[in-house]
């Protein structure tokens, strides 16, 4: 929510300096207008996948039990870890990146 407010004061910001001739502030605001959204959704889409994960699995260990880390373990061995993340991924979309490359690992 911050960032959206920040980037409409971003908007303001630059209409209000170039209509008073600061290319500079105008050019601050736009670049708040173009940056800050982008950082608000992005930060939006981490949260609802760290949120699903704790709602599907609630802790890692619980999500490591649901696994078939054998599988996992022989993609990994054969294949190279990106790709046995690739495959966790796949079976799993909305997992965030930084978890399973994590769970991968301790595999």
Not at 22 to 37: D, E, N, S, W
């Amino acid at each position: 929510m911050l960032l959206w407010c920040l980037a409409l004061g971003g908007l303001f910001m630059a209409f209000v300096s170039l209509s008073v001739d600061q290319r500079a502030l105008a050019t601050v605001g736009f670049v708040l207008v173009i940056v800050c959204p982008g950082l608000a959704e992005a930060y939006a889409q981490r949260r609802r996948r760290s949120d699903w994960f704790r709602q599907q699995f609630g802790t890692q260990e619980e999500f490591v039990r649901s696994l078939d880390t054998e599988g996992l373990r022989r993609v990994r061995d054969e294949k190279g870890l990106a790709e046995a993340v690739r495959e966790l991924r796949r079976r799993h979309p909305k997992l965030p990146l930084k978890t399973a490359a994590d769970t991968v690992k301790q595999l």
